[in-house]
């Protein structure tokens, strides 16, 4: 089991910008590479829902909720993920979670700690 360290999020109002970060601690770098990794959100009262996922060759996908405002990207030397999130709008907000080995846009079973994003004015 990969051990995922998420920092960043917090509160910015509308139309802001903020980033996630997502740190594989404790895994060896081809354990890092060796699986598409990603973002989901949990809003009140909602399901967690797919946000964007990285494969190992660095493709991208993202949901059509976010598509043209998120971009993820990754930097294997660190063994880090991010999810640049800009033109924030109150539906972002939601706890945001990073996850290892995701197939389609189904989560695999490694889980970062979850961070809270509040959009608001």
């Known amino acids: 089991q990969v051990h995922l360290v998420q920092s960043g999020g917090g509160l910015v109002q509308p139309g802001g910008s903020l980033r996630l970060s997502c740190l594989a601690s404790?895994?060896?770098?081809?354990?890092?590479?060796?699986?598409?990794m990603g973002w989901y959100r949990q809003a009140p009262g909602k399901q967690r829902e797919f946000v964007a996922a990285?494969?190992?060759?660095?493709?991208?996908r993202h949901a059509d909720s976010v598509k043209g405002r998120f971009i993820i990207s990754k930097d294997n030397t660190k063994k880090t993920i991010y999810l640049q999130m800009n033109s924030l709008k109150p539906e972002d907000t939601a706890v945001y979670y990073c996850?290892?080995?995701?197939?389609?846009?189904?989560?695999?079973?490694?889980w970062g700690q979850g961070t809270q994003v509040t959009v608001s004015s």
């Open positions: 404790r895994a060896i770098l081809s354990t890092f590479r060796a699986a598409d």
């Open positions: 990285i494969t190992p060759s660095g493709s991208t």
């Open positions: 996850n290892r080995g995701i197939i389609g846009e189904r989560a695999g079973d490694d």
